[in-house]
């Protein structure tokens, strides 16, 4: 497989962002960001799936966090769909359950060309700090959006807010990690249509 990184540099009036992704990488991570729970759960997605991740960031988050969290999410997904390259060679699909004290999430996602999200969770909370919990949603749409790739999203029971984000991020990590992993079987398009 080819070096599998990419770096995206995505500025609006809204945001600013220069984001670099490896998926051959070792966990190695440097984010510096104005949302410091997303920094938090950006930290465990890349340590779960041993990817390099490097983030500068800054946003309107003097408005509120919304801007900065979705635009985050459009350049991971960017990042990511550049770096995979033609997905020759990955096992294509990852699926993780994650268990985070009393929660469980399960991540199934599907690296296809095709953006689709299904969310299902029920946060107990609108907020985990100054963090609004709507916007886990939004960033998994930005991201399944940009990134070519379907993902469902559960968290089938919790009580603590925190700790389900949590374990959704570290589900999402690892099944990352597990469908863009070499399928020395399969060395060829992972798809019977010959291209994803």
């Known amino acids: 497989m080819a070096d599998r990184h990419a770096a995206i540099c995505r500025n609006t009036t809204e945001t600013q962002i220069e984001l670099a992704l490896n998926l051959d990488g070792s966990g190695r991570r440097d984010l510096q960001l104005p949302v410091p729970f997303l920094r938090h759960m950006l930290d465990l997605f890349a340590a779960h799936g041993n990817f390099d991740l490097k983030i500068l960031a ?35 699909y990852g699926s993780r359950f994650t268990p985070m004290d009393e929660s469980l999430a399960h991540v199934a996602l599907d690296i296809s060309g095709r953006s689709y999200l299904v969310f299902q969770a029920a946060f107990p909370r609108a907020d985990v700090g100054t963090f609004q919990t709507e916007l886990v949603e939004e960033f998994f749409r930005a991201f ?53």
């Open 58 to 92: 800054q946003g309107d988050v003097d408005i509120d966090d919304h801007h900065t969290v979705e635009d985050l999410g459009i350049a991971l997904g960017q990042a990511f769909r550049q770096a995979v390259g033609d997905k020759a060679g990955i096992r294509r």
């Open 144 to 196: 399944a959006g940009n990134a070519g790739v379907t993902l469902h999203i559960r968290v089938l029971y919790g009580t603590n807010t925190h700790h389900m984000i949590e374990a959704i991020f570290k589900a999402f990590g690892g099944a990352l990690a597990d469908a863009v992993a070499s399928d020395l079987k399969r060395p060829g398009i992972p798809s019977t249509k010959g291209v994803l």
